[in-house]
């Protein structure tokens, strides 16, 4: 029973390169949460997917940054044109999508780095 | 903003229980009541959750308070591998919302 799947754990890209970190959660999740910890902070949310659609994107910076969960195959986080500020550790969570109650499961975790 | 308060640093001797203090105040009648914690630089981990009622499994216990202002995450018998920043967090859909995290607690086993 695997948990939530995050691919690369490490990144390592040089400033104006893209990054894309992929996500695949939990069998039988169909709801998908991108989280963003910058080094020696909390955590924040990002945006929050369900398949094909993007329900919440509250989190996600203005510019640069987009995310998918398509039909088929992982979520995707994408950021395009790095710069040093970007250099943090990205989590996904994937849940059922219940009302009430139901939990969020993280993944291990993306550690991007930009040089 | 997190609804929640916590005290930034607990330390607890290795074998015996933690107790970590969560103030939720402002909590509605239909938010959970959700524990976190975040071993070193990993991904966060569930560990146990209740509406109203004290909760057990098999990591912790949940203790919340009468009017649900606030509750008590206990580890019954901490081991160093306990150390981490334990996170307090309340929602009423967890399951297809944001979470928002606070500053949490950190932890630390000490030997």
């Known amino acids: 029973n695997a948990g939530v799947m995050q691919n690369p754990r490490h990144l390592v890209r040089r400033r104006g390169q893209e990054a894309r970190l992929r996500c695949s959660p939990m069998?039988?999740?169909?709801?998908v949460y991108w989280y963003r910890q910058l080094p020696e902070e909390g955590l924040k949310f990002m945006v929050y997917?369900?398949?094909?659609?993007?329900?919440?994107e509250s989190g996600m910076p203005k510019e640069r940054f987009s995310a998918e969960f398509p039909k088929e195959g992982p979520s995707i986080l994408r950021i395009q044109q790095v710069v040093r500020g970007d250099s943090a550790a990205y989590f996904c969570a994937s849940s059922r999508g219940l009302v009430g109650t139901d939990t969020q499961y993280f993944g291990p975790g993306t550690r991007l780095t930009v040089l | 903003d997190a609804k929640t308060t916590q005290p930034p640093s607990m330390d607890c001797a290795e074998g015996r229980a933690a107790n970590l203090p969560c103030n939720h105040s402002t909590i509605s009648g239909n938010e959970y009541v959700y524990w976190y914690r975040q071993i070193h630089s990993q991904g966060p981990q569930y560990i146990i959750h209740g509406l109203k009622n004290n909760e057990t499994n098999e990591m912790a216990s949940l203790i919340i308070t009468e009017d649900r202002k606030s509750s008590t995450l206990i580890l019954p018998h901490a081991t160093l591998r306990d150390t981490a920043v334990y996170y307090c967090?309340?929602?009423?859909?967890?399951?297809?919302?944001?979470?928002?995290f606070g500053t949490g607690t950190r932890l630390t086993i000490i030997p």
């Open positions: 967090i309340v929602a009423a859909n967890f399951g297809n919302e944001k979470l928002t």
């Open positions: 997917l369900q398949k094909e659609n993007i329900i919440d």
């Open positions: 069998k039988g999740h169909s709801h």
